[in-house]
Each structure stands twice: as structure tokens, then as C-alpha cells.
């Protein structure tokens, strides 16, 4: 592949992760809903090291660092929308 090749795939991956991430954010203001209804906190170590463990179990061994990395900041993003969301509402 050369290199114009290799970056309209990784344009193509880009828009499929862009439509994700906001999927994924999206439900993250549902489970922010739920989470002011039943008073619980924005921030879930627990859940957030469940979903670590699990992406990092499929991930490539030489780029878990970066998974674990990608995965903090989804879920740093997730809780400052969560909390955002809960002070409008």
C-alpha cells in the first residue's frame, strides 16, 4: 500500500470512530440519567476497570499501552459530559 492508500483507510477509520465515540457518549448521558435518578455517582472505578480489563484482553500486545491510554481519556470525557449533563438538568 502506499501512502495515500494507507491514509484514505485510516479516513475511513476515523469517520467510523468518530460515529462511534458519539454513540458511546450518547449512551454515557443515558447512564448519567440514571445515575442523578438514583443518586449515584458520576465516577464508577469499578465499571471503568471492568471495561479496561476487557479491551485490554483483546487488544495487541504492543500497542496495550496505547489502549489503556485511549481508554482513560474515553472515560475522563465520559465522566466531564456525565457531570455536565447533571448540572444542566
Given amino acids: 500500500m502506499d501512502m495515500k492508500e494507507i491514509r484514505e483507510k485510516i479516513d475511513i477509520i476515523d469517520s467510523e470512530l468518530t460515529r462511534l465515540f458519539c454513540e458511546r457518549m450518547n449512551l454515557?448521558?443515558?447512564?448519567?440519567?440514571?445515575?442523578?435518578?438514583?443518586?449515584?455517582?458520576?465516577?464508577?472505578?469499578?465499571?471503568?476497570?471492568e471495561v479496561l480489563e476487557r479491551v485490554l484482553e483483546i487488544a495487541d500486545a504492543e500497542i496495550k499501552i496505547y489502549v489503556k491510554g485511549l481508554y482513560e481519556?474515553?472515560?475522563?470525557?465520559?465522566?466531564?459530559?456525565?457531570?455536565?449533563?447533571?448540572?444542566?438538568?
Avoid at 73 to 89: D, G, P, T, V, W
Fill in 73 to 89: 481519556n474515553i472515560f475522563s470525557l465520559s465522566r466531564q459530559y456525565q457531570e455536565a449533563l447533571n448540572k444542566k438538568n
Fill in 28 to 49: 454515557a448521558g443515558e447512564v448519567a440519567q440514571e445515575k442523578k435518578r438514583l443518586n449515584l455517582s458520576v465516577l464508577n472505578e469499578e465499571r471503568e476497570k
